[in-house]
């Protein structure tokens, strides 16, 4: 069975500096990785993916992410934080058959 | 593109009555999942569909929920007979084939059972 971690449910950074919202996961065979964002009262919304090559993703709004294989993480980052960028970030894993498994969300704030 | 279209927005409804949930996904989709977001278990996956066909529904809480997908532009989650602890934002949302492709959500219906 596939499973995701989110070790924190509140990240908060100052506005202008590094975030990072970790992940670890769980899967048999290669892992097809994705972060997602959502806003209140709005559904998830795709940020970028991991599939195969390099092991840094890039993604929307300045998102990238890092993918650790012996570590199996795959974190979210973003050099600059900004104040709209805080909301709920969720971790994903998809296996072959198409199944698609979240982690508990991290809420992110930034503030000014 | 209209992007997922799930009917209604909110829907209050009383304990014992019979709640339906639509969705309506992205065309040319062959992957369609529904999901319950509450505080206290996150994001839970009830059902998916692959070219309209269950494929996983362990998720799926028990014999009061039922999932079909008639064809390929629509599915409705029902509920009967609704109880309060049913209470949540369900999202359905599809995917392009393949796996490597990212799910697009629809915007929820916020179930409240009184």
């Known amino acids: 069975a596939q499973s995701v971690a989110q070790p924190e449910d509140q990240v908060n950074v100052a506005e202008g500096n590094p975030l990072t919202v970790k992940c670890t996961y769980s899967?048999?065979?290669?892992?097809?990785l994705f972060w997602y964002v959502q806003y209140p009262n709005r559904g998830l919304q795709f940020l970028l993916k991991?599939?195969?090559?390099?092991?840094l993703v890039k993604g929307s709004y300045g998102f990238e992410a890092e993918f650790n294989k012996s570590q199996t993480s795959f974190h979210l980052k973003k050099p600059s934080a900004l104040v709209s960028d805080s909301a709920l970030y969720y971790c994903a894993v998809r296996d072959i058959e198409g199944k698609s498994t979240f982690g508990d969300g991290t809420t992110l704030t930034v503030k000014p | 593109d209209a992007g997922v279209i799930q009917s209604p927005r909110h829907e209050v409804t009383e304990m014992g009555q019979e709640v339906t949930l639509r969705c309506k996904p992205i065309s040319g989709h062959d992957y369609l999942f529904w999901y319950r977001q509450t505080m206290m278990r996150g994001l839970e996956l009830l059902i998916y569909?692959?070219?309209?066909?269950?494929?996983?529904d362990s998720g799926m809480p028990e014999d009061r929920f039922s999932a079909k997908m008639p064809n390929a532009s629509f599915s409705t989650l029902k509920i009967q007979p609704s109880e309060p602890r049913d209470s949540a934002v369900y999202f359905c949302?599809?995917?392009?084939?393949?796996?490597?492709?990212?799910?697009?959500f629809g915007n929820g219906t916020r179930l409240t059972v009184t």
């Open positions: 949302a599809s995917s392009a084939p393949g796996a490597r492709s990212p799910l697009h």
């Open positions: 899967v048999s065979g290669n892992p097809y």
């Open positions: 991991y599939i195969t090559g390099d092991n």
């Open positions: 569909f692959n070219n309209n066909v269950p494929i996983d």
